[in-house]
């Protein structure tokens, strides 16, 4: 689970902490341009790392300080619990006078607080139970995707898998296509790759597929299956199966509407986080494209799977799917004006008088 996330000098976060502790859901609302797209953004390029990414220009930029602060290195720190344990990785990026590009200050990892390997610039110090072996590493690459994990066991492999593994999620719906050429269970934020997910998913864990169907039938009840039929060499085409009375209606997948793609791409997020989870999943406002109708059961339904295992970070403005939140796992995002940093507190810091939706429609929130 995510325990806590820092970000300093990147965009409009400046010593900014989210502290999500042991809360297995938690939203965050703020008016647009508050900071929730950058904190998925920060969580993103933690994302990248784990998945492979090194090269820093791939993740930041210059014009990604804040305020153009370029004195200032941009800093993000994770602290998460992985297995009972605590794992703490931060980097710290800078960029000297005359350098076009960011190059890596200090990188650490720590598991319960005993350093895993630690980094200066170049000089990495990698620990070990005998002695310390030191190497360099080119200072515009992080560090964590070079180092080379010794087993599945290794807390480096642990990790790093479990990064690669966020679910970060705005999907597209005219993206998701139904069609997949390979198998994966790394999903893309705006779901293109949704059916690679979707074959990946039940050819590791063919048994998940109860766990798409279950939910699936309790708000599509005519639904009868799902095929994901070969149309070429490596090419695989989904379609949905309906039956009402004895009469079947076969739709391919791309011809559903993007609330039904919607509806789809949860029940994959379920199956995932019972199968091979726990998994920390970020969805910004998974209400899109649902009727009014939807948003209540959708959010639910999230919330109810990742109650005992995993963990869900949501974004919204939509009512419906705030009120499925309490006062104790809802962040409050605000910001003066675009030269100012992001704030963030819990609504049960925040003295509101009158109904919480009341003071958003009329603005009357503030830090």
Same mark, same amino acid.
């Given at each position: 689970?995510?325990?806590?996330?820092?970000?300093?000098?990147?965009?409009?976060?400046?010593?900014f902490e989210?502290?999500?502790?042991?809360m297995?859901s938690?939203l965050?609302?703020?008016?647009?341009?508050?900071?929730?797209?950058?904190i998925?953004?920060?969580?993103?390029?933690?994302q990248?790392?784990?998945?492979?990414?090194n090269?820093i220009?791939?993740?930041?930029?210059?014009?990604?300080?804040?305020a153009?602060r370029?004195?200032?290195?941009i800093?993000?720190?994770?602290?998460?619990?992985i297995?009972?344990?605590r794992?703490?990785?931060?980097v710290?990026?800078?960029?000297?006078?005359?350098?076009?590009?960011l190059?890596?200050l200090?990188?650490?990892?720590?598991v319960?607080g005993?350093?895993?390997y630690s980094?200066?610039?170049?000089?990495?110090?990698?620990?070990?139970?005998?002695r310390?072996?030191q190497?360099?590493?080119d200072?515009?690459?992080?560090?964590?995707?070079?180092?080379?994990?010794q087993?599945?066991?290794d807390?480096l492999?642990?990790?790093?898998?479990?990064?690669a593994?966020?679910?970060?999620?705005?999907?597209?719906?005219?993206?998701?296509?139904?069609?997949?050429?390979?198998?994966?269970?790394?999903?893309?934020?705006?779901?293109s790759?949704?059916?690679?997910?979707?074959?990946g =998913?039940?050819?590791r864990?063919?048994? @998940?597929y109860? &766990?798409?169907? /279950?939910?699936?039938? *309790?708000?599509m009840p %005519?639904?009868?299956?799902?095929?994901?039929?070969?149309?070429g060499r490596n090419a695989?085409?989904?379609v949905?199966r309906f039956?009402k009375?004895g009469?079947?209606l076969?739709?391919?997948?791309?011809?559903?509407?993007?609330g039904?793609k919607?509806?789809?791409?949860?029940?994959?997020?379920l199956?995932?986080?019972?199968y091979?989870?726990?998994?920390?999943?970020?969805w910004?406002?998974?209400?899109?494209y649902?009727?009014?109708?939807?948003?209540?059961?959708f959010v639910?339904?999230?919330?109810r799977?990742?109650?005992?295992?995993g963990?869900? =970070?949501?974004?919204?403005?939509n009512? @419906?799917?705030? &009120?499925?939140? /309490?006062?104790d796992? *809802?962040f409050?995002? %605000?910001r003066?004006?675009h030269l100012?940093?992001t704030?963030s507190?819990?609504?049960s810091?925040?003295?509101i008088?009158?109904?919480?939706?009341?003071?958003?429609?009329?603005?009357?929130?503030?830090l």
């Amino acid at each position: 689970m995510l325990q806590r996330l820092y970000v300093h000098n990147f965009r409009c976060l400046e010593n900014f902490e989210l502290a999500l502790k042991d809360m297995p859901s938690a939203l965050l609302i703020g008016k647009n341009g508050a900071g929730k797209s950058t904190i998925l953004s920060a969580l993103k390029l933690l994302q990248c790392i784990g998945r492979g990414v090194n090269r820093i220009s791939q993740l930041v930029s210059p014009k990604d300080f804040s305020a153009a602060r370029t004195e200032v290195p941009i800093r993000f720190e994770i602290e998460v619990l992985i297995q009972e344990k605590r794992y703490k990785y931060s980097v710290s990026l800078e960029l000297p006078e005359g350098f076009r590009e960011l190059r890596v200050l200090e990188e650490n990892l720590q598991v319960e607080g005993e350093s895993i390997y630690s980094r200066e610039q170049a000089q990495v110090t990698l620990a070990a139970q005998k002695r310390a072996a030191q190497f360099l590493v080119d200072w515009h690459l992080i560090a964590l995707p070079v180092i080379q994990e010794q087993s599945e066991t290794d807390p480096l492999h642990i990790f790093k898998t479990w990064l690669a593994r966020m679910i970060i999620l705005a999907p597209v719906p005219s993206l998701m296509t139904g069609e997949s050429q390979e198998e994966t269970l790394q999903p893309n934020q705006d779901g293109s790759n949704f059916s690679e997910w979707f074959s990946g =998913l039940l050819s590791r864990y063919p048994a @998940a597929y109860k &766990r798409v169907d /279950s939910y699936l039938q *309790t708000i599509m009840p %005519d639904i009868s299956d799902i095929q994901n039929e070969l149309i070429g060499r490596n090419a695989k085409s989904m379609v949905v199966r309906f039956e009402k009375n004895g009469t079947y209606l076969s739709v391919d997948f791309k011809d559903l509407s993007d609330g039904e793609k919607c509806l789809f791409l949860c029940s994959v997020v379920l199956a995932a986080n019972e199968y091979y989870g726990p998994l920390f999943c970020v969805w910004d406002e998974p209400d899109n494209y649902l009727s009014l109708a939807e948003v209540g059961h959708f959010v639910k339904a999230l919330r109810r799977s990742f109650k005992d295992k995993g963990q869900i =970070l949501a974004t919204s403005h939509n009512e @419906a799917a705030i &009120r499925q939140f /309490s006062h104790d796992n *809802t962040f409050f995002l %605000d910001r003066k004006s675009h030269l100012e940093p992001t704030l963030s507190r819990l609504l049960s810091d925040i003295n509101i008088q009158g109904g919480l939706i009341d003071n958003l429609i009329l603005d009357e929130i503030s830090l």
